[in-house]
């Protein structure tokens, strides 16, 4: 182009480029959300989709090579035998466990953050900057924290379920007390001052006014929490002794039978999605 | 809030609490790589910077932390470029399934890495020729999208759409409108956003795991393969400090500078 740009000027071809963007919002918007759109579909909905279908294939004995044949079998597998099935549910007892546990500890946490303090900030700011330090320092950190040597000593319980649960939950309570807090500073000053004005009194302005708004943000969290437990499998290794969560069922079988790995892997991914039509009705996706 | 004294005090005592929870594992993790022990003791029998002087000399950390500075470089300019147009769309826009694509933003951060590590790596080997550098990067760059999406929709928000309008109106070009009217006020917000994209590829494991070509290693990496050898626990405590810091450094710096409550996985 020989134009001389200036400015806000711009050469005949751009400025009629310009011109169709400005009469064409539609196509403006395409050209925004398209590339993240494209990625997002191709390099992770297609990747989700093949797995889904690799569940169904079968691997070759001998070979160990897959065959591109359909068959319920791997599935079938995993949701039949005793031991998967276990698997199966212990880890959504500690998906639950892990749970209730970040909205027992999330719950004083964010009432305070968002409703007492003068400086919610601070606090959040607070919370919120350990949720990015490493996933696996966090756990290594309560593997040091319940060694048997450790500074716990003897109170220590070991290695287990009840370490996996607490350091899963270490791990997801930023995630709880996030949507908690924003959901409780919506009502921050008029609405509780209403409720007392009315002559509610503090519980009952709790039940009736703050519980309403805290349903939708426990489920938001809740998607986190539940859903990032049930893949682990590192976690368990750390921490877990001898424990053994779906994720580790995926972890050891993916690079010698990876439908079958694939079929487990399905496993969250059902759950999570029937959790999500579940609690879609409250409104709390708006939120994630 | 209409809370009685004792209430207030117990509110304040959970806080303490539960703030306590979140921060003793990381100042343990801190602590144990200034210790003068070669095998792990508590308490540490005495202080020392030894362990970071090994390490800084060793061949492997160095490597892997190049490696990983490599990737979430990478992986966050992808995750700029595509996660700020994404959020104009999304907030500047009405249209059919946008509530659709919100979710699928997020969606690789809230389920389970494992699921993402092996769906992408059955797309790499299977049909794109296998696991390289690239391969890494694209994996990172997919789970920090969200990241960018939600700090710069968060700004978005806040600023009127009719200053663009203006913009438009009196003849500037799309493009121009972004560069002397969008791009100045959502700095800040792409700033704290890009760092928060770097923290979180930085530390990644579980999609690192299943997307790294053969024989990279990440910072994450080296310390998972060394984790269970006792003789290198000296200078794993080294390196999981360094990757604490890093984290949360970023994140410090990224508060500052968006004003929000950064840090913000969710709206």
Redesign the interface.
């Known amino acids: 182009m020989t134009t001389v740009r200036t400015r806000g000027t711009v050469a005949p071809s751009g400025r009629r480029v310009a011109a169709l963007l400005h009469r064409a919002p539609r196509l403006r918007l395409a050209g925004l959300l398209a590339p993240a759109l494209l990625w997002l579909v191709l390099l992770y909905l297609v990747p989700l989709g093949l797995l889904l279908a690799t569940a169904f294939f079968d691997t070759d004995s001998f070979t160990g090579r897959i065959t591109y044949e359909f068959t319920t079998e791997n599935v079938v597998d995993v949701l039949t035998t005793p031991a998967y099935l276990l698997t199966v549910a212990r880890t959504v007892g500690v998906a639950v466990g892990v749970t209730l546990l970040c909205v027992l500890l999330a719950l004083p946490l964010a009432v305070y953050t968002a409703l007492v303090s003068r400086r919610p900030g601070l606090l959040v700011a607070l919370v919120l900057t350990p949720l990015w330090a490493s996933y696996l320092v966090k756990v290594y950190a309560w593997r040091i924290l319940l060694a048997p040597e450790g500074p716990l000593g003897g109170a220590s319980p070991g290695y287990g379920w009840f370490a996996v649960i607490v350091t899963l939950t270490y791990l997801w309570l930023p995630y709880m007390v996030l949507p908690l807090h924003a959901g409780l500073t919506s009502m921050r000053g008029s609405y509780l001052e209403a409720a007392a004005d009315l002559g509610a009194r503090p519980w009952t302005a709790f039940r009736t006014v703050v519980l309403p708004v805290l349903a939708p943000a426990v489920a938001a969290g809740s998607v986190f929490t539940f859903s990032l437990s049930l893949g682990d499998y590192i976690t368990v290794q750390l921490v877990g002794g001898t424990g053994q969560m779906l994720g580790n069922l995926v972890y050891q079988n993916f690079s010698t039978d990876l439908p079958f790995a694939a079929a487990v892997a399905v496993l969250p991914l059902i759950v999570m999605a029937a959790y999500l039509l579940t609690i879609r009705r409250t409104g709390a996706l708006d939120r994630l | ?4 004294p004792t ?2 005090w ?3 005592a ?2 303490v609490g ?2 306590t ?6 100042a ?2 801190l602590l ?1 790589s200034f210790s003068a022990s070669a095998t ?4 540490p029998p005495g202080l020392t910077l030894r362990w970071w002087q090994v390490a800084a000399s060793n061949e492997g950390v160095r490597t892997a932390v190049l490696t990983s500075v490599q990737v979430a470089l990478l992986a966050t300019v ?1 995750a700029v ?3 700020t ?2 959020s ?2 999304l907030v500047r ?1 009405e ?1 059919f399934g946008r ?1 659709a ?8 951060i ?7 590590g ?6 790499f080997t ?2 794109l020729g296998g696991l390289t550098f690239l391969t890494l990067v ?1 994996g990172h ?2 789970f920090c ?1 969200v990241v960018v ?1 939600n700090n710069a929709s968060a700004r978005l928000r806040r600023m009127s759409g009719t200053v663009e309008e203006a913009s ?1 109106d009196l ?6 409108t972004w560069r ?1 009217v969008t791009f100045p006020a959502l700095r800040g917000a792409l700033l704290a956003g890009a760092l ?1 994209a770097f ?2 590829s ?5 999609v690192t795991t ?1 997307t790294a070509g053969p024989g990279l290693q990440t910072l ?1 990496l080296w ?2 393969q060394n ?1 269970f050898r006792p003789n290198q626990s000296p200078i ?1 405590n080294v390196a ?1 400090a360094v ?2 810091l890093v ?2 450094l ?3 710096l990224a ?1 500052r500078l968006s004003g929000d ?7």
């Open positions: 809030m209409v809370l009685s209430a207030r117990l509110l304040r959970a806080a539960v703030l929870f979140i921060y003793v594992p990381l343990v993790v144990n792990f003791a508590w308490p992808v470029v595509l996660g147009l994404a104009m769309a826009y249209f509530d694509v919100s979710l699928l933003v997020v969606l690789p809230a389920l389970p890495g494992i699921v993402t092996i769906a992408l790596n059955t797309l299977g049909f694209i760059a997919t999208i999406v438009m003849g500037a070009t799309p493009w121009t002397l928060l923290a979180l930085f530390d990644e494991i579980v299943f994450p310390i998972f984790l794993v999981a990757l604490v984290s949360v970023p994140v410090y508060n409550t950064a840090g913000t996985t969710t709206k």
